[in-house]
Protein backbone atom coordinates (compact mmCIF):
# COMPACT_ATOMS: atom_id res chain seq x y z
CA UNK A 1 0.00 0.00 0.00
CA UNK A 2 2.99 2.03 0.59
CA UNK A 3 4.10 2.03 -2.29
CA UNK A 4 0.58 2.20 -4.27
CA UNK A 5 0.75 5.67 -2.57
CA UNK A 6 4.34 6.71 -3.21
CA UNK A 7 4.23 5.63 -7.33
CA UNK A 8 0.53 7.65 -7.38
CA UNK A 9 1.11 10.31 -5.42
CA UNK A 10 4.91 11.26 -6.05
CA UNK A 11 6.62 9.02 -9.36
CA UNK A 12 3.63 9.00 -12.07
CA UNK A 13 4.00 11.97 -13.65
CA UNK A 14 1.16 14.67 -13.37
CA UNK A 15 -1.57 14.70 -16.07
CA UNK A 16 -1.74 17.79 -18.47
CA UNK A 17 -5.56 18.52 -18.34
CA UNK A 18 -6.71 17.70 -14.76
CA UNK A 19 -2.99 18.37 -13.11
CA UNK A 20 -2.47 17.20 -9.36
CA UNK A 21 -6.38 16.33 -8.79
CA UNK A 22 -5.97 13.00 -11.35
CA UNK A 23 -3.70 11.54 -8.72
CA UNK A 24 -6.56 10.62 -6.95
CA UNK A 25 -7.25 8.37 -9.94
CA UNK A 26 -4.53 6.08 -8.43
CA UNK A 27 -6.70 5.57 -5.77
CA UNK A 28 -10.35 5.70 -6.73
CA UNK A 29 -10.64 3.58 -9.84
CA UNK A 30 -8.99 0.27 -8.17
CA UNK A 31 -11.76 0.92 -5.07
CA UNK A 32 -14.13 1.14 -7.34
CA UNK A 33 -12.93 -2.65 -9.47
CA UNK A 34 -12.87 -3.70 -5.50
CA UNK A 35 -15.92 -2.94 -4.46
CA UNK A 36 -17.30 -4.36 -7.67
CA UNK A 37 -15.16 -7.56 -7.27
CA UNK A 38 -16.54 -8.04 -3.51
CA UNK A 39 -20.14 -7.69 -4.56
CA UNK A 40 -19.60 -10.55 -7.82
CA UNK A 41 -17.86 -12.92 -4.77
CA UNK A 42 -21.04 -12.03 -2.70
CA UNK A 43 -23.13 -13.04 -5.50
CA UNK A 44 -20.79 -16.16 -6.22
CA UNK A 45 -20.94 -17.42 -2.40
CA UNK A 46 -24.87 -16.58 -2.57
CA UNK A 47 -25.38 -18.84 -5.14
CA UNK A 48 -23.00 -21.53 -4.35
CA UNK A 49 -25.34 -21.62 -0.25
CA UNK A 50 -28.56 -22.10 -2.71
CA UNK A 51 -26.70 -24.68 -4.44
CA UNK A 52 -24.94 -26.67 -2.28
CA UNK A 53 -27.04 -25.66 0.45
CA UNK A 54 -24.01 -25.11 2.96
CA UNK A 55 -24.32 -22.70 5.38
CA UNK A 56 -21.07 -21.35 5.47
CA UNK A 57 -21.58 -19.48 2.46
CA UNK A 58 -24.19 -17.81 3.93
CA UNK A 59 -21.34 -15.56 6.59
CA UNK A 60 -18.86 -15.35 3.14
CA UNK A 61 -21.09 -14.19 1.04
CA UNK A 62 -22.68 -11.57 4.00
CA UNK A 63 -19.04 -10.41 4.92
CA UNK A 64 -18.72 -9.92 1.30
CA UNK A 65 -21.00 -8.14 0.19
CA UNK A 66 -20.02 -5.63 3.82
CA UNK A 67 -16.52 -5.29 1.77
CA UNK A 68 -18.11 -4.07 -1.04
CA UNK A 69 -20.43 -1.70 0.87
CA UNK A 70 -17.83 -0.21 2.21
CA UNK A 71 -15.73 -0.34 -0.54
CA UNK A 72 -18.36 1.36 -2.26
CA UNK A 73 -18.52 4.14 0.27
CA UNK A 74 -14.93 4.94 0.06
CA UNK A 75 -15.60 4.94 -4.11
CA UNK A 76 -18.32 7.27 -3.64
CA UNK A 77 -16.37 9.34 -1.48
CA UNK A 78 -12.67 9.92 -3.41
CA UNK A 79 -15.17 10.00 -6.59
CA UNK A 80 -17.15 13.03 -5.13
CA UNK A 81 -13.63 14.67 -3.99
CA UNK A 82 -12.31 14.24 -7.56
CA UNK A 83 -15.47 15.81 -9.29
CA UNK A 84 -15.72 18.62 -7.20
CA UNK A 85 -11.81 19.15 -8.41
CA UNK A 86 -12.33 18.60 -12.12
CA UNK A 87 -15.88 19.88 -12.18
CA UNK A 88 -16.62 22.10 -9.70
CA UNK A 89 -19.73 20.34 -8.22
CA UNK A 90 -19.35 17.35 -5.72
CA UNK A 91 -21.99 15.01 -7.88
CA UNK A 92 -23.61 15.24 -10.90
CA UNK A 93 -26.80 13.32 -11.71
CA UNK A 94 -26.27 14.16 -15.76
CA UNK A 95 -23.56 11.04 -15.28
CA UNK A 96 -24.92 7.49 -15.77
CA UNK A 97 -21.64 5.80 -14.16
CA UNK A 98 -22.42 7.60 -11.29
CA UNK A 99 -25.99 7.35 -11.05
CA UNK A 100 -25.76 3.65 -11.24
CA UNK A 101 -23.13 2.99 -9.36
CA UNK A 102 -25.05 4.84 -6.50
CA UNK A 103 -28.00 2.30 -6.84
CA UNK A 104 -25.54 -0.64 -7.21
CA UNK A 105 -24.39 0.50 -3.78
CA UNK A 106 -28.00 1.39 -2.19
CA UNK A 107 -29.36 -1.83 -3.18
CA UNK A 108 -26.77 -3.41 -1.66
CA UNK A 109 -26.86 -1.10 1.06
CA UNK A 110 -30.89 -2.63 1.23
CA UNK A 111 -29.23 -5.83 1.23
CA UNK A 112 -28.43 -5.50 5.30
CA UNK A 113 -32.05 -3.96 6.17
CA UNK A 114 -33.52 -7.61 4.61
CA UNK A 115 -30.57 -9.32 6.66
CA UNK A 116 -30.86 -8.19 10.06
CA UNK A 117 -35.03 -7.94 9.67
CA UNK A 118 -35.00 -11.37 9.33
CA UNK A 119 -34.36 -14.31 12.78
CA UNK A 120 -31.16 -15.81 12.02
CA UNK A 121 -31.87 -19.37 10.43
CA UNK A 122 -31.63 -20.81 7.24
CA UNK A 123 -34.39 -18.75 5.73
CA UNK A 124 -32.53 -15.94 6.25
CA UNK A 125 -29.91 -17.34 4.89
CA UNK A 126 -31.90 -17.65 1.75
CA UNK A 127 -33.55 -14.64 1.38
CA UNK A 128 -29.99 -12.59 1.53
CA UNK A 129 -28.37 -14.92 -1.07
CA UNK A 130 -31.41 -14.88 -3.64
CA UNK A 131 -31.23 -10.77 -3.07
CA UNK A 132 -27.18 -10.77 -3.43
CA UNK A 133 -27.96 -13.02 -6.83
CA UNK A 134 -30.23 -9.90 -8.24
CA UNK A 135 -27.97 -7.19 -7.34
CA UNK A 136 -25.11 -9.16 -9.67
CA UNK A 137 -27.51 -8.01 -12.50
CA UNK A 138 -26.24 -4.35 -11.96
CA UNK A 139 -22.28 -4.77 -11.54
CA UNK A 140 -22.19 -5.14 -15.36
CA UNK A 141 -24.45 -2.34 -16.12
CA UNK A 142 -23.04 -0.05 -13.96
CA UNK A 143 -19.40 -1.04 -15.18
CA UNK A 144 -20.47 -0.29 -18.59
CA UNK A 145 -22.59 2.13 -17.98
CA UNK A 146 -19.62 4.61 -18.78
CA UNK A 147 -19.51 3.02 -22.60
CA UNK A 148 -22.90 3.04 -23.28
CA UNK A 149 -23.57 6.42 -22.03
CA UNK A 150 -22.78 9.36 -24.33
CA UNK A 151 -22.49 12.18 -22.10
CA UNK A 152 -18.81 11.88 -22.16
CA UNK A 153 -18.89 13.41 -18.29
CA UNK A 154 -17.14 11.27 -17.18
CA UNK A 155 -13.58 10.20 -17.86
CA UNK A 156 -13.07 7.01 -20.25
CA UNK A 157 -9.10 5.98 -19.56
CA UNK A 158 -9.41 2.10 -20.89
CA UNK A 159 -10.79 1.58 -24.55
CA UNK A 160 -10.23 -1.10 -27.14
CA UNK A 161 -6.56 0.79 -28.02
CA UNK A 162 -5.36 -0.08 -24.54
CA UNK A 163 -5.22 2.48 -21.61
CA UNK A 164 -5.00 6.09 -22.46
CA UNK A 165 -1.82 6.52 -20.39
CA UNK A 166 1.64 6.78 -19.80
CA UNK A 167 3.66 3.36 -19.19
CA UNK A 168 4.50 4.96 -15.52
CA UNK A 169 0.76 5.92 -14.90
CA UNK A 170 -0.29 2.41 -15.81
CA UNK A 171 2.71 0.73 -13.80
CA UNK A 172 1.19 3.14 -10.20
CA UNK A 173 -1.88 2.04 -11.63
CA UNK A 174 -1.30 -1.66 -11.79
CA UNK A 175 0.29 -1.45 -8.34
CA UNK A 176 -2.35 0.30 -6.80
CA UNK A 177 -5.08 -1.98 -7.82
CA UNK A 178 -2.85 -4.91 -6.71
CA UNK A 179 -2.54 -2.96 -3.20
CA UNK A 180 -6.29 -2.21 -2.69
CA UNK A 181 -7.04 -5.77 -3.60
CA UNK A 182 -4.78 -7.15 -1.29
CA UNK A 183 -6.00 -5.25 1.30
CA UNK A 184 -9.40 -5.94 0.85
CA UNK A 185 -8.61 -9.42 0.57
CA UNK A 186 -6.94 -9.17 4.08
CA UNK A 187 -10.14 -7.21 5.52
CA UNK A 188 -12.32 -10.10 4.50
CA UNK A 189 -10.07 -13.14 6.16
CA UNK A 190 -10.01 -11.05 9.17
CA UNK A 191 -14.16 -10.03 9.06
CA UNK A 192 -14.72 -13.34 8.60
CA UNK A 193 -12.63 -15.37 11.22
CA UNK A 194 -13.71 -12.93 13.57
CA UNK A 195 -17.69 -13.88 12.36
CA UNK A 196 -16.79 -17.35 12.46
CA UNK A 197 -15.28 -17.10 16.09
CA UNK A 198 -18.41 -15.25 17.47
CA UNK A 199 -20.58 -18.03 15.92
CA UNK A 200 -18.56 -20.73 17.28
CA UNK A 201 -19.01 -18.73 20.59
CA UNK A 202 -22.11 -18.43 20.54
CA UNK A 203 -23.07 -22.00 19.86
CA UNK A 204 -20.45 -23.14 22.81
CA UNK A 205 -22.38 -20.84 24.97
CA UNK A 206 -25.27 -22.17 24.22
CA UNK A 207 -24.17 -26.03 24.58
CA UNK A 208 -22.82 -24.74 27.79
CA UNK A 209 -25.97 -23.44 29.70
CA UNK B 1 -9.42 24.51 -2.29
CA UNK B 2 -6.46 23.72 -3.97
CA UNK B 3 -5.82 20.72 -6.45
CA UNK B 4 -3.31 19.24 -3.84
CA UNK B 5 -5.30 19.86 -1.05
CA UNK B 6 -8.53 17.89 -2.77
CA UNK B 7 -5.87 14.68 -3.40
CA UNK B 8 -4.94 14.96 0.31
CA UNK B 9 -8.49 14.64 1.09
CA UNK B 10 -9.10 11.85 -1.03
CA UNK B 11 -6.73 9.86 0.42
CA UNK B 12 -6.94 11.06 3.77
CA UNK B 13 -10.81 9.89 3.66
CA UNK B 14 -9.88 6.33 2.72
CA UNK B 15 -6.90 6.36 5.41
CA UNK B 16 -9.67 7.28 8.01
CA UNK B 17 -11.95 4.78 6.66
CA UNK B 18 -9.62 1.66 6.58
CA UNK B 19 -8.57 3.02 9.82
CA UNK B 20 -11.87 3.21 11.80
CA UNK B 21 -13.17 -0.26 9.98
CA UNK B 22 -9.82 -1.73 11.46
CA UNK B 23 -10.54 -0.56 15.20
CA UNK B 24 -13.66 -1.72 14.78
CA UNK B 25 -12.70 -5.45 13.82
CA UNK B 26 -9.70 -5.00 16.85
CA UNK B 27 -12.51 -4.00 19.26
CA UNK B 28 -14.72 -6.65 18.16
CA UNK B 29 -11.75 -9.05 18.50
CA UNK B 30 -11.06 -8.41 21.80
CA UNK B 31 -14.81 -8.92 22.96
CA UNK B 32 -14.43 -12.48 21.36
CA UNK B 33 -11.00 -12.72 23.20
CA UNK B 34 -12.66 -11.27 27.14
CA UNK B 35 -15.87 -14.20 25.83
CA UNK B 36 -13.45 -16.81 25.45
CA UNK B 37 -12.01 -16.32 28.65
CA UNK B 38 -15.11 -16.04 30.30
CA UNK B 39 -16.40 -19.15 28.74
CA UNK B 40 -13.09 -20.95 30.22
CA UNK B 41 -13.40 -20.08 33.65
CA UNK B 42 -17.08 -21.08 33.99
CA UNK B 43 -16.09 -24.55 32.20
CA UNK B 44 -12.42 -24.52 33.84
CA UNK B 45 -13.50 -24.76 37.83
CA UNK B 46 -16.55 -27.05 37.12
CA UNK B 47 -14.22 -29.08 35.43
CA UNK B 48 -12.30 -29.65 38.73
CA UNK B 49 -15.28 -29.45 40.91
CA UNK B 50 -17.69 -32.04 39.06
CA UNK B 51 -15.41 -35.07 39.69
CA UNK B 52 -15.04 -34.79 43.59
CA UNK B 53 -18.89 -33.47 44.12
CA UNK B 54 -20.10 -35.49 41.76
CA UNK B 55 -18.31 -38.57 42.13
CA UNK B 56 -20.58 -41.75 43.98
CA UNK B 57 -19.36 -44.81 44.74
CA UNK B 58 -21.25 -47.52 45.19
CA UNK B 59 -21.25 -49.94 48.28
CA UNK B 60 -22.66 -53.02 49.87
CA UNK B 61 -25.41 -50.85 51.34
CA UNK B 62 -26.15 -47.92 48.72
CA UNK B 63 -24.45 -44.86 47.04
CA UNK B 64 -22.08 -42.77 48.92
CA UNK B 65 -22.34 -39.08 47.29
CA UNK B 66 -19.52 -36.39 47.13
CA UNK B 67 -16.39 -36.36 49.83
CA UNK B 68 -18.14 -39.91 51.08
CA UNK B 69 -17.53 -41.58 47.74
CA UNK B 70 -13.64 -39.48 47.61
CA UNK B 71 -13.24 -41.36 51.08
CA UNK B 72 -14.56 -44.91 50.35
CA UNK B 73 -13.04 -44.96 47.24
CA UNK B 74 -9.38 -44.56 49.13
Given at each position: MGAAIVLGLLVA???????????????????ALTSYFCFGLGAWKALLLLWRADQRYDLESYVAIHQGTIFGALTLITGSIWAKASWGVWWTWSSNQLV???VLFLFYCA??????????????????AVYALFGIVLIPVSFLAIRL?????????????????????FVAFCVSWAAVTLLAYVLYRVELAGKRLDAGLRELREAIG | MS???YVAAAYGAVFVVVLAYVAIIAAKLQRLERETVELLERVRPSAREEPAA????????????GSEAEGASE
Open positions: PEDADQGISQRIFYIHVPILFLYFMLRFSLEDGPRRARSSAEDFVHPTVFTREGPQMTATM | GGQGRTALYAGGVLQ
